[in-house]
């Protein structure tokens, strides 16, 4: 059971002073999960849960153990793996379509995440030694 978390015969999902609610922190991830093709607006997100973008940004880590912005990332990174294996996309296109400015941008953060560029990325996934859900793995 966590502190804060009041005993009922169950274990009861409450936050701990600072962190958001177990409800919250789905709700936050899916609006971010929404918004995979842009950066994130951190004070347009924060917003929904009626506060300032310091004190969303500090309760999501609290809550999550890393900011929202790098969650975001994240997820935008592991899409952008999953779409390498459409090998009618350029890694220009996937860079558009993940909301990055360009493709040195996005293979900059993809390296950063995942250790690789996303061209190597794609060659091990044509050599047949990568699948969509490794992304997920490094992240």
Known sequence: MRRGAAWTGDVVAQPVRGELAPMQIRLAQELMADQLHRALNLPE????FGMSPAGFRKAFLQSVGMTPQRWHLRRRIVRS????HDDDLTLGEIAGQCGFADRQHYTKAFRRI????????????RMGTLRVGDALKCS
């Open 114 to 125: 995942l250790g690789v560029t996303p061209g190597y990325w794609r060659r091990r996934i």
């Open 81 to 84: 793996a999953a779409l390498l």
């Open 45 to 48: 997100l924060a917003a929904q």
